[in-house]
C-alpha cells in the first residue's frame, strides 16, 4: 500500500506527466468506502487540474464557496444580487459567518470512531443527516430545474428539503421529485383564505410540518440587491410583469387560489393571536421560523409550537449585528428540551454544524450555499455542496470523538 501511494504522488507530482493522467490517477486513488473517504483528507484526492481560477466540474470544489463565484458568472446581475443582498451594509449577513470563528471546538482523542452515524429523528421521521435545505424564494431565478433539481439532490443522501411558498416549483412535484414528503414554509399573506388554502394544499400533498415565517414584517433595504440591479441591463419587465399580484399569483403555489383581496404576502399585522389561529387549523407539525429571543422562545411553548428556526433569514430580515449561532443559546435555554431547535444562517463548514449542535441544536439548514451550487451546475452541484458539508461534518466529529449525534454536547465546544 504504502509503495502504490508513494508511487501515486511520485506520478502525481511529475512535472513531465500529463495533468489529465495525473488526475486520473489522483481519482484513482479516492475510490474506497465513504468512511475512507471522510478519514483521509490524501493530497491526491481532489483533481488537481483546472482551467482558470473558477471550478468547471462539482468534483473540482473543495469547499463550498468554491461555488459562488461560479454561480455570480452564471446569474444575470440581478438575480445574482437577489441571492447575495442581506439588508442595509450586509453587516449582520457578515455576522453570522464571523460568530462561528469565536466558537473553538474541543477535539477528543483515543476513541473508537470508525463508524459513525449522523442521522436524527424530528417529528417520528429520520434524517440521514442533520443539514438540511433552508426555504428560498423564486429558486426558478437560479436554474431552470429549479426546486425540482435540488429535490432530487436530497433525495440521494436522504436530506431533508423545506419548500417556500413563493417557490417556483409546486410542493407535490417536490414531494414527487425528493420522493418524500418536505416541510412547508407559509408565507401567509393577509388573506385568511388564503392562508387556509395553502396550509390545506401543503398538507394535503404530505407536508408534515407547516413553517410560518415570522420576521419579514417591517419590510427591508436590500441595498446589495439594489446596487447589483444597476449592472444587469436587461428589462426586468421582460420577465417581472409589474405588480404584487402578478408576483404572487406566478407562484405555482398559489394557482387555483384567488389571491385578489391579497395586499401582502408577509400577513403584516400578525400577532400571537394569528399563531393561536393557525394552530387551530394546522392539522400536523407547526413551526416558527424567525426566533431569535429567548422571549419568544417561551411565547413558542405557550402557543404550542412544535419546533424553532432560530433565524434571521440569512442577514436578510434586519440589520440586529446578533448572528444566529450566538442567539441559539437563549433560545435553547428558554425552550429547555421540550421542542427541537433548528438554526441556520451563515452555515458553511462541517465544524459550523457541529457547533450549532453542540450549542442544542437539533438540525441545521443552509440557504446560499446550495444554491450557489445550483446555479453553478444543477442538481450535481447541490449533491456536492450537501457532500462536501456532510464530510466536513463527519470529520469533524470524529475528532470530537462523537460516534452519533447525542454524543455531541456543550464539552464539544467552548466560547470565548
Ligand atoms: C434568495 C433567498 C431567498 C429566500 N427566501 C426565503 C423564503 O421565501 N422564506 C423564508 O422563510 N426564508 C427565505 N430565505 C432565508 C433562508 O430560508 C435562510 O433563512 C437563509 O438563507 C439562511 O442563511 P444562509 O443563506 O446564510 O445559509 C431566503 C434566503 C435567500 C438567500
Redesign the pocket.
Known amino acids: 500500500m504504502v509503495s502504490r501511494r508513494k508511487f501515486i504522488e511520485y506520478i502525481s507530482a511529475s512535472p513531465v506527466i500529463a495533468p489529465g493522467v495525473a488526475s486520473t490517477l489522483a481519482g484513482l486513488s479516492a475510490l474506497g468506502t465513504t468512511e475512507a473517504l471522510a478519514q483521509s483528507y490524501d493530497v491526491l484526492r481532489q483533481a488537481p487540474t483546472m482551467n482558470g481560477d473558477l471550478i468547471s466540474t462539482p468534483a473540482q470544489a473543495l469547499n463550498v464557496f468554491d461555488f459562488e463565484p461560479v454561480a455570480k458568472k452564471e446569474l444575470p446581475p440581478a438575480h445574482y444580487g437577489?441571492?447575495a443582498s442581506g439588508v442595509d451594509a450586509d453587516k449582520t449577513l457578515k455576522a453570522?459567518r464571523d460568530a462561528f470563528d469565536k466558537i473553538k471546538i474541543r477535539a477528543r482523542r483515543l476513541i473508537d470512531v470508525r463508524k459513525i452515524d449522523t442521522s436524527v429523528k424530528i417529528f417520528g421521521e429520520t434524517w440521514a443527516s442533520p443539514i438540511a435545505l433552508?426555504?428560498?424564494?423564486s429558486v426558478g431565478a437560479f436554474h431552470p430545474e429549479a426546486e425540482a433539481a435540488a429535490a432530487r439532490a436530497c433525495k440521494v443522501k436522504g436530506h431533508q428539503m423545506i419548500l417556500?411558498?413563493?417557490g417556483s416549483t409546486s410542493i407535490e412535484e417536490v414531494i414527487k421529485e425528493r420522493g418524500a414528503p418536505v416541510w412547508y414554509?407559509l408565507?401567509p399573506t393577509d388573506d385568511w383564505a388564503v392562508t387556509e388554502a395553502l396550509v390545506l394544499r401543503a398538507e394535503k400533498a404530505g407536508a408534515p410540518a407547516i413553517v410560518l415565517?415570522v420576521d419579514r414584517q417591517g419590510g427591508r433595504n436590500t441595498e446589495t440587491l439594489f446596487r447589483e440591479r444597476r449592472g444587469d441591463t436587461r428589462t426586468c419587465t421582460d420577465c417581472h410583469a409589474g405588480g404584487f399580484k402578478n408576483e404572487v399569483s406566478r407562484k405555482p403555489m398559489f394557482d387555483d387560489i384567488d389571491v385578489s383581496k391579497v395586499t401582502n404576502l408577509y400577513g403584516t399585522g400578525m400577532t400571537w393571536d394569528y399563531v393561536k389561529r393557525l394552530r387551530g387549523i394546522v392539522k400536523g407539525k407547526l413551526v416558527l421560523?424567525g426566533i431569535v429571543t429567548h422571549e419568544d422562545a417561551k411565547q413558542c411553548l405557550d402557543y404550542g409550537v412544535d419546533a424553532i428556526i432560530v433565524?434571521n433569514?440569512?442577514?436578510?430580515a434586519e440589520e440586529s449585528l446578533e448572528a444566529t449561532i450566538d442567539a441559539l443559546p437563549e433560545v435553547v435555554k428558554a425552550v429547555n428540551g421540550k421542542i427541537p431547535v433548528l438554526v441556520?444562517?451563515?452555515?458553511r463548514r462541517g465544524t459550523d454544524v457541529i457547533k450549532a449542535l453542540a450549542s442544542g441544536a437539533t438540525a441545521i439548514?443552509?440557504?446560499?450555499?446550495y444554491?450557489w451550487g445550483l446555479a453553478a451546475f444543477g442538481q450535481p452541484g447541490v449533491e456536492m455542496v450537501l457532500t462536501l458539508m456532510q464530510r466536513e461534518f463527519e470529520t469533524i466529529m470524529r475528532q470530537v470523538g462523537a460516534t452519533k449525534l447525542s454524543e455531541i454536547n456543550g464539552n464539544s465546544i467552548s466560547r470565548v
Open positions: 437577489y441571492l453570522n433552508a426555504p428560498v424564494s417556500s411558498t413563493v414554509m408565507y415565517t421560523k433565524s433569514h440569512g442577514g436578510r441556520d444562517g451563515g452555515f439548514c443552509i440557504g446560499r450555499p444554491v
